[in-house]
């Protein structure tokens, strides 16, 4: 999603809050949750869950070791939740040409370094770059070179942007901040 003007360029960001993030939190929870309760049914010597009764269960080793699985399950299902009700990852790229500015903002995990902007004077901008991937594991990502600064990456690993869409892409900001675009 983004706006546009003739002179300002924001792309928002989406951030963790996403289908699958989601349904991977949710889907985790569940089997961990199964795994603890399997555990405490064969320590208790009652069923928890009627699906495993705990006669076929022994506590010493599988309990233990399923206690300890869905225990670690649970760790893991919380950080995901946590990553989705902070939205980490999510913010905004701004390009604005009057002011001949551009930032990046980001969210992050909560403390010190929760807000991360970083901004760049346009005439710093060397080039656009594509890295184009084939294969298997195709991907294309852009990139935006700063001068004494290195690449930035502009599209996130997970966008699977056809090479089509990325060029389209690519065209519309070198145009817009009038800067070339490398391919390699």
Sequence with gaps: MSWRSK?????LIRGSRKTSNFCWAFIL????LGFLLVGISSYLGKNLISLF???QIIFFPQGIIMSFYGIAGLFISAYLWCTISWNVGSGYDRFDRKEGI???FRWGFPGKS???LLRFLMK????LSI???EGLFARHVLYMEIRGQGAFPLTRTDENFTAREMEQK???LAYFLRVPIEVF
């Design 7 to 11: 002179r300002i360029w924001i792309e």
């Design 29 to 32: 929870f569940l089997g961990s």
């Design 53 to 55: 009764p705990f006669q």
């Design 102 to 104: 551009v930032c990046f």
């Design 114 to 116: 929760r807000r991360i």
């Design 124 to 127: 710093d901008i060397q080039s």
């Design 131 to 133: 890295e184009a991937k």
């Design 170 to 172: 690519a065209a519309e």
